[in-house]
């Protein structure tokens, strides 16, 4: 369900993102992730990754993802030290930003650089321009945006370990505070993130207490009396230092002055692109998805060319795929939406595909399928062990056969009794979750197994999953790209 749904929104929200923070937030997530020759993608990834979410499920009409611009801002004029704490962007990270802006544009989305401030004043002030006609959707985890929560504004985190989605009520009822105050709150509490130094010995608990009686910081100053002893203690020397971190802490509203609304417009994949910087970066899994994506766009505006169209298609070829519907594939396939079964000699077994609705004919009739006598069967479960799994049967010289197996299992292990060898993601899973598997793959004149898995294990060692998601994602387009037959 989307977020316009689930908050009962009578119009598109306009979703606004707070990309610097998913940048860093996606850096440090996993570390490990890496292109073959050891550039890091772990920013580039989850930055993508949680892009495509957004385009996927919630459809947006309007989209910015706003980063924070270099050098200095006017809250250093303010606060010389402000930020000073902070250790210089990781060389890791800094090589990852350009593909990232790359990608951003690449899926027509608008991008913005703060000038002079940061990318938060950019939202804030982009919020309270269009609040008062669309709703606002923050796309943000960082606690500096709460201020900007208001009737029409929220605040939506997709990327937490449980996500977020948070209203100005749900704001005041776990704060006591209006998202007015949340400047002031700040400017107490401090900040030791942005060196901010706050009020010492004052914490979001004290803080809450003090709001309470006064509800902003010149109250604070002129009724200084009617707060508890201890409190002024702490505060008697910072009654003006207060006033400079609360400067530091709003966020301004008159930033990006020049975006309209008309320039936050979503645009079709730029596919060119999106498969260069897949390729570039060996974004094997997200260029499923980014395939999936553009089938969507595809069904709705027809002039959106098909992703996955590989160079060998002709131009007919391209504008059946598309007034059909045919799903992105980096397999070359029948271009007139003919069954899957149908023999493709040459052409790598499209199970690494990963998108949407089945890949090939089901079938739950043994008899219906070919002979597999002397010739090599794949067996792969694409969407977890609880879904049907598909089926490759085939040689170099007489192609692929391809289907969704339905049917009993150990009709199907009766079957695969002739074949010349069986591919298979995961032998051991194969080996406990029926009889008929180990009689099968442990009998006499059992056929030859290929265990994925295991073979990737020995080609890398230090990798922690082996799943079929995994190898799918690592190894699929390479494959594709090889051709061959199972």
């Known amino acids: 369900m989307s977020l316009k749904e689930r908050l009962g929104l009578a119009a598109d929200p306009i979703f606004l993102m707070d990309g610097s923070a998913f940048i860093y937030r996606g850096f440090f997530a996993n570390k490990n992730m890496q292109r073959s020759d050891g ?6 990834v989850v930055v993508t990754r949680v892009l495509l979410r957004i385009l996927r499920e919630e459809r947006p009409r309007h989209f910015v993802f706003v980063k924070d611009g270099k050098g200095r801002n006017f809250r250093h004029e303010i606060f010389p030290l402000y930020k000073a704490n902070r250790d210089a962007m990781p060389e890791d990270l800094a090589r990852q930003i350009d593909p990232i802006l790359r990608m951003v544009r690449a899926l027509g989305l608008r991008l913005e650089i703060s000038e002079g401030c940061e990318a938060d004043d950019c939202i804030a002030s982009l919020a309270s321009r269009f609040s008062a006609e669309h709703p606002v959707v923050i796309v943000s985890g960082d606690k500096d945006l709460k201020q900007c929560l208001g009737p029409n504004v929220y605040m939506w985190d997709p990327a937490a370990r449980e996500e977020k989605l948070l209203s100005e009520a749900e704001f005041r009822a776990e704060s006591g505070v209006s998202p007015a105050q949340w ?83 979503v645009q079709p994949l730029d596919v060119p692109q999106c498969r260069s910087l897949s390729e570039e970066f060996e974004l094997f899994a997200l260029r499923r998805e980014m395939a999936a994506l553009l089938r969507r766009q595809s069904e709705d505006e027809p002039a959106v060319p098909p992703m996955e169209q590989t160079a060998h298609a002709t131009s007919a070829e391209a504008a059946t795929r598309k007034s059909g519907g045919e799903k992105a594939s980096a397999a070359i396939v029948p271009s007139d939406g003919a069954a899957r079964s149908q023999t493709r000699a040459g052409a790598q077994m499209s199970l690494l595909e990963a998108v949407g609705e089945p890949l090939a004919p089901e079938l739950a009739d043994a008899t219906a399928l070919p002979d597999c006598t002397g010739r090599a069967a794949a067996l792969i479960w694409p969407r977890g062990p609880k879904q049907p799994p598909h ?64 073979a990737a294990y020995l080609l890398n060692p230090e990798e922690s999953d082996y799943g079929w998601p995994r190898l799918a994602a690592r190894w699929g387009a390479a494959l594709n790209n090889e051709g061959g037959g199972p």
Request: proline letters at 7%; hydrophobic letters at 45%; a negative charge.
């Open 39 to 44: 550039f890091p993608t772990n920013a580039l």
């Open 183 to 265: 400047p002031d709150v700040q400017a107490l509490v401090g900040d030791a993130s942005d060196n901010i130094p706050g009020v010492p010995g004052i914490g979001p608990k004290t803080a809450r207490q003090i709001f309470e009686i006064c509800p902003s910081l010149e109250d604070i100053r002129d009724h200084f009396a009617l707060l508890p002893p201890k409190v002024q203690d702490k505060m008697r020397d910072h009654l003006e230092d207060m006033f400079i971190w609360r400067r530091l802490t709003t966020l301004s509203l008159h930033a990006c002055a020049d975006l309209e609304l008309a320039d936050l417009a």
């Open 391 to 454: 089926l490759a049967v085939g040689d170099v010289l007489s192609g692929v056969e391809e289907y969704c197996w339905t049917g009993r299992m150990d009709a199907l292990c009766a079957w695969l009794q002739a074949a010349r060898q069986l591919v298979v993601a995961d032998l051991k899973s194969l080996l406990v979750a029926a009889p008929c598997w180990r009689d099968l793959l442990l009998g006499e004149a059992s056929p030859r197994c290929f265990d994925l898995g295991l």
